[in-house]
């Protein structure tokens, strides 16, 4: 089966810029994820749809940072102003969210470089 | 705030030498999943342990689930250097819900 596909591959913009990435999940896969991994860290958890309802976007900085998932496919996420400290991978994922245990399937991610 | 605790941070080792990679919580995970990490690319899951007390082998790595589902060990055995890279453990604390990441164990394996 086909993989989750993100692009851009890499993104350099300057502060204050906005910038969006893409994501195309695993067909089929009801639950979609974006996360934020910064250089040495683990994961964090920005947004999770179910379908295209939002599951969880606690930690999501909802002053500069939004996402959709247009039909319970395909989801964006942008980031409008950029701020230095937002440099980083972002992830995104996919599950079929059929429950406990449930794997996530990973793209190759989007580096953004903000300076 | 739940918080996943994985230890050591860094790990540099020879080939051949054994590791052992922990994550702690002081909350309960309804399972929890091993992932690992190469340069340039997403996590890709190792395995998932549900029962407490469970253990899982793949291969020369050896997977223990805590009895109170709160801690989770990687063993790997005869390291090699093909086993280089980021290990993460995440924990899912409601069936179904969101999947929580520790910070990584970055693994070198020098031949």
């Known amino acids: 089966e086909a993989g989750v596909a993100q692009s851009p591959r890499y993104k350099i913009i300057e502060k204050r810029q906005s910038v969006a990435f893409w994501c195309n999940p695993i067909?089929?896969?009801?639950?979609l994820y974006w996360y934020q991994q910064i250089l040495g860290q683990g994961p964090k958890l920005l947004i999770q749809?179910?379908?295209?309802?939002?599951?969880?976007d606690s930690q999501l900085p909802k002053d500069r940072f939004s996402a959709e998932r247009l039909k319970g496919v395909d989801s964006t996420l942008k980031i409008q102003p950029a701020k230095l400290e937002d440099s980083a991978v972002y992830l995104c994922?996919?599950?079929?969210?059929?429950?406990?245990?449930?794997?996530?399937?990973f793209g190759n991610g989007t580096r953004l470089t903000v300076t | 705030t739940q918080l996943l605790e994985q230890s050591p941070q860094f790990l540099s080792i020879q080939e051949g030498e054994n590791l052992t990679v922990y994550c702690n919580s002081s909350?309960?995970?309804?399972?929890l999943q091993w992932y690992r990490q190469e340069p340039g690319e997403g996590p890709v899951l190792l395995v998932t342990?549900?029962?407490?007390?469970e253990v899982k082998k793949l291969k020369r790595l050896t997977f223990q689930f805590g009895d109170a589902r709160k801690d989770s060990s990687l063993h790997i055995t005869a390291a090699q250097p093909g086993d280089t890279g980021l290990y993460l453990c995440?924990?899912?604390?409601?069936?179904?819900?969101?999947?929580?990441f520790g910070q990584g164990t970055e693994l070198s394996v020098k031949p």
């Open positions: 749809f179910q379908n295209n309802g939002v599951v969880d």
């Open positions: 995440a924990g899912e604390y409601n069936q179904g819900g969101k999947l929580i």
């Open positions: 067909s089929g896969h009801a639950t």
């Open positions: 909350s309960v995970f309804s399972s």
């Open positions: 342990v549900v029962t407490g007390g």
């Open positions: 994922a996919s599950s079929l969210g059929v429950g406990r245990g449930d794997p996530l399937h």
